[in-house]
């Protein structure tokens, strides 16, 4: 083979190479309500700003569900859920200034935006006005490659949207305050719940279960308002001063007797029901997403009270979450699976029988050969 001929082949080699280094071993829904099913994507090389992780475990949201399931519209398949995603710092540019090779790190629900609309400049990017980059089912800052999120091997991430993970809690416990520890946080933050302040938590889920313990870590009083009757013993152990059955009709009986509502139920209920717990000029804030649900205005006018929403939170406050959690050793309560039993977790969710959060534990996926590591 002559000299220059090697050299063709050599660099044909060398670029199969480079290409299969970034083959990612994954799970994905080819389709809306398909089950998850091995799938190989492809990460990209760090750019100078960006880290490439090696993702250890990541949570199952139940956004996760709602989104393989299209259940609000516009899903892009196939889809890669995950957005509670803990790992290692592998690899990166060379401009990357924030982390060290080996860091243990954390990506949220989103991996961009815009970093110019007046939400990103204040830190609050989660409500990008320019288009937020979500970690799976969007598309990157190009408009055309899609985002594939934590239900795989590694990710590709600009070194501004990854987060510190708290040392002192086990990493398993720590991946799901990277979504339902945020969501929850924000919140109870934003609307200033303090110390002594009545707090009840709607739905006592992946959410639900976070937002008992940080409401209790701040101080508050905190009530489960729960459609699950056989929650009661847990929810006291997790830090709940009381538990209300929403099955049984006299929950109502509880009128005007909340200082904030925080509401993380998946399914459709009553608004209006929870509404009148409110005190006077009090707050209620939505988290769950269900479908679209009825809203009388009379809960609202009769006591001037404020139904409102709230989306996970920004990277600055994400970081501030995890220092919080590290210093008051708040983790959630975690059942780690490996991901070939990803399809039977969806379903116990479904069944609201997830004690609290599922992890995936990415080590299962990178020993079945399924995809290159
Ligand atoms: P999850 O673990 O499934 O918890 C949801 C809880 O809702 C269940 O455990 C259950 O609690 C309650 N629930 C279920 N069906 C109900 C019904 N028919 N009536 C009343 N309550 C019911 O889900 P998650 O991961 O915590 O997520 C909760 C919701 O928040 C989802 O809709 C998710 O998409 C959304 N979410 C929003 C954001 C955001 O930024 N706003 C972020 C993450 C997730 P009980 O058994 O105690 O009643
Ligand atoms: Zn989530
Ligand atoms: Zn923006």
Redo the contacts with the bound molecule.
Sequence with gaps: MSLARFAVSHAKLDRKVFEAMLKTAAYAAAHARAPLAPFTIERREPRPHDVLIEILYCGI???DI?QVRDEWGGGIFPMVPGHEIAGKVVRMGDKVQKWNLGDIVGVGCFVDSCRECEACKAGEEQYCERGLVLTYNGYERDGKTPTYGGYSTRITVDENYVLRMPERIPLERAAPLL??GI?TYSPLRHFGVKAGDNVAV???????HMAVKLAKAIGAHVT?L???PT?REEAVRLGAADFIS?ADESFKKNAERFDFILD??????DYNAYLSLLRRDRTMVL????PPTPLSAHALVSRRRRLT????GGIRETQELLDFCGSKNVGAEVEVIPIQKVNEAYER?DR?D?R?RFVIDLASLKKTGTGQN
Aim: charge should be positive; hydrophobic fraction near 30%.
């Design positions: 949201c139940h956004s709602h979504c339902a969501t709607v739905g006592l889920g992946g959410l639900g489960v729960s459609h699950s929650k929403t993380t139920a998946s399914a459709p209920h988290v769950g997403l269900p929403g709230s989306n996970i969710v609201s997830v609290y």
